[in-house]
Structures are given as C-alpha cells and as structure tokens.
C-alpha cells in the first residue's frame, strides 16, 4: 500500500514524501480511510507504530479545506496526557503540514507561562493540542472558542485516565459540538478506556494492531536479577562501558532516584542528564535538545517523561527499576527501537520484582530472558526464577531496593 491510495491532498503527500515516509505503517493503513470516511476510530496502538501520523494526516485532510463556520477556535482538538507528548505532537503536526501554509497549530499545555499562550489563542487557529489541566484553565477564563470544533483526538487515553485526567477529559469533550468525530488512540481499549469511549464515542470502529513494531519484535529484552541497589549501580556501570551501548535513557522509579543517579554518573564522567516532572518545560525541552544533538547521550528518567520522548537512534534504555505497570514497561521500552531500528531493553529486577516480570510478559504476550554478567551474577541466584517465585509463600521480607 502507498499513501497515493488514499487520495490525500496534494501538499499533504508532498510533506509525507519529505519526511522521507514511503509506506503507511500498520496502524496508518487501517485508519487513515476509515478516519477520512467520517468514522469515531478506538485505536489500540502503542507508540512507534506511527499512530500520530495515523489520525494527523486524514485530520490535516479535512481542514485543507476552509471551515464552513466562522470563528478563530480550533477545529482539531488533540488531548494528551503530558507536556512532552504535547511537544512531540506538535512538531509532527508542523511536519505533515509544512506545504498548507494557512493551518495554524496551537500548543497549551501546563509548567509553562501564561502570556504567550493566551496570545497565540487569540488569534484565529485550526489546531489545539492540549494537555486537560491547562486547557480546563483556559476553559474557566472563557479563553477557548469550540464553535468550530470538528474532530477530538484523545491521545494515549490509558495514560490519561491512570493520571486522574477522567473528569477534565469528559469535561472537555462535553463543551464540544455534539457533531464532532471523536478518535480515540490507547495502548489498551480495556476497562476504564472503554467504558470512557462508550460514554464520548459514536458508535466507534476498532482498529487493533498487532505490528512487530507494537509487539516490540526488534528490541532485544534482557533481565538482570539483583541483590541490591549497589548491586544495580555495578550492573549499570559495567553495561555502560560495554560495545555499542551509546544513546541509553535509564528509568528510575522516583524524582529523587533519578537525581541522585544523574549526580553519580556525571561524577563518574559520563555526559548524563535528568528528566522528570518536578523540572521547568525549558529545562526538560533543553535537555531533550542536548540528547538529540549528541551533548549528553545518557537521560535518566522517571516514567511522567517516558511518553513524549521521541529521539532517533536511542540504542539501549535501562529499567535500573521495573514499573509498577506493564503497560509503563511497553511505554519505556519504545523508547528504543523506534521507526524500524533495533534496540536493547534491559531491566533491573530485584527479588521482590518477579511478579513485576510476569505481569510484564503477560501483557506484552513475550518472555523476558533472565541474562547474568560474569562477576555480577546475583547472590542467590536459585531464588531468581520468576514463574516460581509467588507460590513460596514462605519468602522472607526483602526490602534493600529503593522506591
Ligand atoms: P509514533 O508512533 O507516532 O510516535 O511514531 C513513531 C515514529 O515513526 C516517529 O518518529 C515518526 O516520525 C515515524 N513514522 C511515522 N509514520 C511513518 C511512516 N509511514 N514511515 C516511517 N516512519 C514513520
């Protein structure tokens, strides 16, 4: 299939074939027409599956031509859960409408200032991407317009309700027009999702991909099994020095964990930052530019970061703590891999973690290999066996791993 099939506007395939696309990927294939065709679409897929080109290029389709009403308020709506992912939508957004020059994109999203926000909403837009916080801000101070509104995109809608955003979302889209096409893109379509799809949605069609990308087929996963924190502070340093290991993101499972390890390793001379949540957008969009351009080339991050981060060529991403949730796991591990490349996902796990492991394999349907490095094998290493672990009731309490 080739994006020609779908009868796209002119200077959208001109910007599809810039950005060097040949191909549509699974997700774009199954959704672009049913999208175009004026259908509420419940995706299930994960990032790196191409998903924001999937509901950006029909949506770009439709606001090619001029809007039938008046006004200066968006006519696409796209809600996300974090800055990051804000940010991310955005320069996608940029690219696949570089040859309409008349679309007009604007970002609101929270920890940045007011002003030039409001200044941007004032003027006449057809593209809002918000995170809901800020935008139900705007809302209260009668800032938003949605007289116009012709599509939503609830975008990575799991992440969204496990952040507490269900009441701001539903809010939201009730201040819209009753006519509007609703898109909904998540990593799951089960439980919470799809009870808050039956509430917003009009008769939705499902669309489920089963991409190796989404399966996450070309990212080797490996498990370290550990004794302790300085036991995962000597696994990390030797894979650091390790052939290949170059553009890594490391996962913590605290703000402070994340401080104190990019401290560590910036100690020990490596070109390491931090990203999460308790920073200022400039500084996180900052240090994104510094891992893109090669000044750092490791990020250690906590898992509010995981979601927007889109940097090529990322070869290893390190769990020095496993998620509490499998899908934070597929979330991380996406990282990596991206658009096609190969990738290296390694976790850390602790004792305690192993039913962390079988949750994990669960839900990605795949089985982690337990790996050891020589002179680091863990200590009790009978204990590490994943499938056995909850039945031994009898475990004694461990508790030397941070959290
Ligand atoms: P997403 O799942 O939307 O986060 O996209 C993952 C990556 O795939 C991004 O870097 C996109 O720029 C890239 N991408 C999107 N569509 C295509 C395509 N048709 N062919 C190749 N790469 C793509």
Redesign the pocket.
């Known amino acids: 299939m080739t994006?020609d099939s779908f009868n796209l506007h002119p200077q959208i395939l001109k910007a599809?074939s810039s950005?060097?696309?040949?191909?549509?990927?699974g997700?774009?294939s199954k959704a672009i027409s049913k999208i175009m065709q004026g259908f509420d679409i419940r995706a299930s897929?994960?990032?790196?599956?191409?998903?924001?080109?999937?509901f950006l290029i029909p949506a770009l389709n439709r606001l090619a031509a001029p809007s039938s009403k008046p006004g200066k308020g968006p006519r696409l709506l796209i809600l996300v859960p974090t800055r990051e992912l804000a940010m991310?939508v955005s320069v996608?957004a940029e690219?696949y409408s570089k040859f309409l020059s008349s679309i007009k994109t604007v970002c609101v999203v929270g920890g940045v200032p007011y002003t030039a926000q409001l200044r941007k909403l004032s003027k006449p837009h057809d593209i809002l991407i918000a995170t809901p916080g800020r935008l139900i801000d705007f809302m209260g101070r009668s800032k938003i317009d949605f007289s116009r509104l012709e599509m939503i995109v609830l975008d990575e809608a799991d992440r969204m309700l496990d952040m507490g955003f269900v009441d701001p979302v539903e809010q939201i889209v009730a201040s819209t027009p009753k006519d509007r096409q609703t898109l909904l893109f998540s990593a799951t379509l089960q439980g919470s999702v799809k009870s808050l799809s039956e509430r917003l949605m009009n008769k939705p069609m499902d669309i489920v991909v089963h991409s190796d990308q989404a399966k996450h087929e070309n990212i080797s996963q490996k498990i370290y099994f550990s004794d302790d924190i300085r036991h995962k502070n000597r696994l990390l340093e030797h894979i650091l020095k390790m052939d290949g290991v170059d553009r890594t993101i490391i996962f913590t499972a605290t703000k402070r964990h994340a401080d104190e390890l990019v401290d560590d390793l910036y100690d020990k001379g490596h070109r390491a930052a931090v990203l999460h949540g308790d920073m200022k957008q400039s500084q996180r969009t900052r240090t994104l530019t510094q891992l893109k351009r090669g000044d750092i080339n490791i990020l250690v991050a906590t898992d509010v970061a995981s979601r927007g981060i889109?940097v090529?060529a990322v070869t290893h991403v390190i769990n020095f703590d496993l998620p509490r949730c499998a899908e934070d796991y597929v979330h991380r591990i996406g990282r990596t891999g991206?658009?096609?490349s190969k990738g290296t996902a390694l976790s850390f796990a602790s004792r305690r973690d192993s039913f962390l492991v079988k949750k994990i394999e669960a839900f990605t349907g795949q089985q982690i290999d337990p790996s050891t490095i020589e002179g680091l094998e863990p200590s009790a290493k009978k204990r590490f066996v994943p499938n056995k672990f909850p039945t031994n009731k009898k475990r004694r309490p461990f508790n030397n791993s941070r959290r």
Request: proline content about 3%; hydrophobic content about 25%.
């Open positions: 994006f599809i950005a060097g696309y040949t191909e549509p990927t997700i774009q897929a994960q990032t790196g599956t191409g998903k924001t080109g999937a991310q996608q690219k889109d090529q991206r658009a096609g």
